[in-house]
């Protein structure tokens, strides 16, 4: 079955550039999407489509896609960014997969 | 506003069932695909299921196809969700979800959970 890898952690400094990285086969041929979630919130969008942003969500958050490689990029991170994000692939051969999550911390 | 409330989650003993609704409202029900996403403790995501629009066509994760049931009640608003042959590995909060207005199989709207245990 189909499997999309993350890192289990990334850490930044505020105001810095945070990159977060999806792996799996072939990945750039299928669609990839990004959730924030925070404590004891539900999860919430922040990426579609690998690359199109939701309304609402903050032009630091971007994403790209290419490869076997998903990436999810903050620019200029706020401490308010620091939350679990997890990848989801999608096509129509594999259905929907979710990486494993990455904690991002703000130090 | 939408508003998505998942119920019927509890304590079930291994080789039981259980059946999860979705009550919503603030959409028109019927013009969206609808989704169960879990998350078992101290694990990620995980989907469950998903079920078009019409009802016509489920689609399930390996982990529950062949002992899983999605249905809806476009009448009613309505999601639901049957798990039978339980395990331990069922253990999870089970989550309703609404695809996003711009993206199919994109998870633009979630309820808070029903929470789902497992355990003799």
């Known amino acids: 079955s189909y499997e999309v890898t993350q890192p289990p952690s990334v850490s930044v400094s505020p105001g810095q550039t945070a990159t977060i990285t999806c792996s799996g086969n072939?990945?750039?041929?299928?669609?990839t999407y990004w959730y924030q979630r925070k404590p004891d919130q539900s999860p919430v969008l922040i990426i579609f489509h690998d690359t199109k942003r939701p309304s609402g969500i903050p032009e630091r958050f971007s994403g790209s896609s290419s490869g076997n490689t998903a990436t999810l990029t903050i620019s200029g991170t706020q401490a308010v960014d620091e939350a679990d994000y997890y990848c989801?692939?999608?096509?129509?051969?594999?259905?929907?997969?979710f990486g494993g999550g990455t904690k991002l911390t703000v130090l | 506003q939408v508003q998505l409330v998942e119920s019927g989650g509890g304590l079930v003993k291994p080789g039981g069932s259980v059946r999860l609704s979705c009550a919503t409202s603030?959409?028109?029900?019927?013009?969206?695909?609808m989704n169960w996403i879990r998350q078992a403790p101290g694990k990620g995501l995980e989907w469950v299921s998903s079920i078009s629009r019409s009802g016509e066509t489920p689609f399930y994760a390996d982990s529950v196809r062949g002992r899983s049931t999605i249905s809806r009640d476009n009448a009613k608003n309505s999601l639901f969700l049957q798990v039978d042959s339980l395990t331990a590995e069922d253990t999870a909060v089970y989550y309703c979800?609404?695809?996003?207005?711009?993206?199919?199989w994109g998870f633009g709207y979630w309820g808070q959970g029903t929470v789902v245990t497992v355990s003799s």
């Open positions: 603030g959409f028109t029900f019927s013009d969206y695909h």
């Open positions: 989801q692939a999608w096509d129509t051969n594999i259905d929907v997969v």
């Open positions: 979800a609404r695809d996003h207005e711009d993206a199919n």
């Open positions: 072939n990945l750039g041929d299928k669609y």
